[in-house]
Every structure is written in C-alpha cells, then in structure tokens.
C-alpha cells in the first residue's frame, strides 16, 4: 500500500514517535500528578487523547509493514494495549504515589481504538475525495 499524500518522511515519523513516547511515559510516571478539572475524572479524558495520538504515531511510523497494511494496523494495536497495560501497572511503583486503575486502562483502550479509526476513516475519506476531484464534483 502507499502512503498518503502529505505526510512527513517515515524517519521523522518514527523519530516523532520516540518524542512522543518519551512524553507520553514521562507524564503518565510524574510522581503525584493530579489532573483538576469541572468534570469527573478528567484525567479519563487525558488518557483517551493521549492513547489516541501515540498509536496516530505506532501507525504513522510503520514499524510493522507499509502504514495501513492490515499487519500494521493489528500489531500496532497489539503493540498498543501491551504499552497502555504496562504503563498503568507501572505507575503501581510506590515512590511515583500514583493510582493504577482499571478505568484508566479502559480510557487507554478506547483511546487506541481511535487512533486507529483515525487512520482508516483518514484513508477512506481521502479516496472518496480524490474520486470525486478526478470525476470533477
């Protein structure tokens, strides 16, 4: 499969990903951070968004064959619940005073989940585009 139109080269993407990744353990590890919010649970959405873009950037950075192939996709998604597990029981370790939830892994589940739709509904959306464009509507 080639990749879209538009995007950075894959050594920045994969380069992006470490970037990402390194932030993404280092938030979620800050020893007692609390998330305030207006809402209940903010930090739920936190982890949502945060699952959502790392696996934006697993995809992104073909780590497992050509960027939609459906090998990518699954084990990238693999590859994701194993980070979204370890990190939450991780934050488990006393000195960081943090709290492993279950919640808070369902939160990183539905967050993968959407990262991966991202890239299929993306690609999708993008062919019916350039039919369109090509057929002048």
Not at 11 to 29: D, F, N, P
Not at 101 to 118: H, Q, S
């Amino acid at each position: 499969m080639k990749s879209l139109a538009g995007l950075p080269s894959l050594r920045v993407r994969r380069k992006a990903l470490i970037v990402y990744g390194l932030v993404l353990t280092l938030a979620t590890h800050w020893p007692s951070l609390a998330i305030q919010g207006p809402i209940s649970r903010p930090d739920l959405y936190a982890h949502f968004i945060a699952f959502s873009l790392l696996m934006v950037f697993v995809i992104g950075a073909e780590l497992f064959g050509p960027l939609l192939s459906k090998h990518n996709l699954l084990i990238s998604f693999v590859l994701g619940i194993v980070w979204a597990g370890v990190d939450e029981l991780t934050q488990g370790i006393p000195v960081l005073h943090r709290h492993v939830t279950f919640e808070d892994f369902l939160a990183n589940l539905g967050g993968l989940v959407l990262g991966v739709l991202i890239w299929v509904l993306g690609r999708r959306l993008t062919r019916i585009w350039g039919n369109q464009a090509r057929n002048g509507r």
